[in-house]
């Protein structure tokens, strides 16, 4: 530490004398700095990157003449390909030219399209005139309409055709080639059972289809494999898709009879507004009172095993 001299000053009626004080060094001694240790946590510092000398390039100058070189020698290559590209095109025919008549043509096409896009036909677009009698009345003056244009003509105030889920007869019909289908896969069994399906007291409400199958004495203890086998391809071959479900598939859709087992199906019903209740049950607690659609068209198939002699 540096220490500066201080001048002091007495009072007269005492002594005076001047009191210098030198400059003078104290030493103190530097507390040693210890770095803690880096704990096995941190990720080690980074270090920084050398910059890079500016002054000049690295390598000599024979580096970049070769450089150089394959460069004019790519440039060669780009301007012969482009020169051999512009002889093919030189050497190619020329194109053919439009025949003089080629409008013509065109505007007769466009004539023709014209005449049969017209709802309706006359004698110089309709070149087939189909023979009519007549009445030997020929005073009136109305005009007799010919087959052809009797059959192009639509009917404006029918109602549009919109694919749906079969329903009544058609719904029916779809139930009778199920039954025909797992007929088809028993007769294909080893022990080719005689199949025959019938469809009675179909309405547009109910129907009934009656699915019989005809077993030899030697394959009677055999017939409780035909009979699991005809349900898990009614199972199989019964969906939403196909328009016809099967009622009460989460519980017993097949119900045992003395002869076989009988089930249900339903038509499809929308999806939103389906009582789940009803087509996975089998039935519904409020029925009629239910607000959730019910199926309008029900089907039961009747699986008959008759023991033959």
Known sequence: MLSSAVLLEIPSFQCSFVLAIKNTFIDVEEESFVRPPRRHSCPPRARKSESPDLSGFDGDESDYAEEDQHVLELQQSFKQEALARHEMVLQQPPAMPFPSDFEARCQEVRERMACLSTSDFDSGCSTVVPHREVSEDMSTDATVRSDVEAGCKLDSSAAPFVPGPPKGITFHQEVFAVADEVAEVLRQHECAPDMHASLSGATDDEGV??????????????????????????FAHTNRSRGVCLIGYKKTPFKTTETGFTSSYAS????????????????????????WHHPETVSSINFVVEICA
């Open 268 to 291: 499809v019903s929308r999806k939103r507004q389906a009582c789940r209740q009803f087509y996975a049950n089998g039935r519904c607690r409020y029925e009629k009172e239910c607000w």
């Open 209 to 234: 289809t009656t699915l019989t199958m005809m077993l030899g004495l030697e394959h009677q203890d055999r017939s409780h494999e035909l009979l699991s086998l005809a349900k898990e391809t009614f």
